[in-house]
């Protein structure tokens, strides 16, 4: 309905030997970040690594920055911390990891280090909760299932409603698009958690989202469009949806850096996967699946014909 460019002839299959390279690129790196968070060498989250999660509520005031101050001091500056309610409620919720925090008493460490470095500030422990090794480690093995059977899901998805040349690309991109982000984050040393587990997926719905667009053109072109090649006839229905593709990405994007901006430390590494992963979504069901199904069809026309 809202045409931003209209009649574009950009040659996106054209550009494939480039996109092909740079996303080569992109899946190494993010294998190599799958590798680095298998030996432990990457930055992960109390979810993945154990640790104590404390909820308490001070008797008088103090801000967000002055229990941050207490804990940078001692050396936990990787700590999680997150302000419940209203500021008047002084309700604040603290996760620290075993890598900073470690004894039979981790949580009574925790809040006397608090009452002490605010000033005598009497508290309130609201809730208090352990992840064990074990359960960490069973909450690594669950995200990679997660992941497995989300991309499983799509592949299935794609082939019984288009082909399945069509459900490998859109699998790839995927697959592309999750290995991509999470090598980016490990990259910018950002600590992986639930959280990023949890953008990961949404990214990779997006992304498909955007490649059944550009795959649904493609398939009615088919019908209508007989006297050109192939690779002329998926570059026209890219090109057709240009607009559509841009609007979203744009309102999409927004949002997400808006979360990054203005988010809190709490959404920091999720916003920023949601932002770099709209990026790198949109650029892959234009230069990366697309352009796979296309030398996928030339391979096939080849072997039929000989030539």
Known sequence: MIEIIKNTKLNFIGARKVTYIISTLLVLNGLWAVYKIATGQAKMGLDFTGGISVQVQFKKDVK????????????????????????????????VGSQELTGENASGTLTQMLKTGTGDNDMSVLEQNEIGGLVSSQLKEKAFYAVFWALLGILIYIWIRFQFKFAVAATIATLHDVLAVLGILVFLNKEVDLLVITSLLTIAGYSLT???????????????????????????????????????????????????????????????????????????SDFLASPIIVDWENFERKNRTGK
């Open 64 to 95: 967000v920055d002055d229990v941050r101050g207490v804990l940078n001091k001692a050396k936990m500056s990787q700590a999680v911390i997150q302000q419940i309610g209203e500021p008047s409620d002084r309700v604040f919720l603290i996760r």
């Open 210 to 284: 955007d490649t059944v667009v550009v795959f649904d053109r493609i398939r009615e072109n088919m019908k209508h469009i007989l006297k050109t090649s192939y690779h002329d006839l998926v570059n026209i229905s890219i090109n057709e949806v240009l607009s559509r593709t841009i609007i979203t990405s744009f309102t999409t994007f927004s949002v997400a850096m808006c979360l990054f901006l203005f988010g809190g430390n709490v959404l920091h590494t999720f916003s920023l996967a949601m932002v770099i992963g709209v990026v790198v979504g949109t650029y892959s």
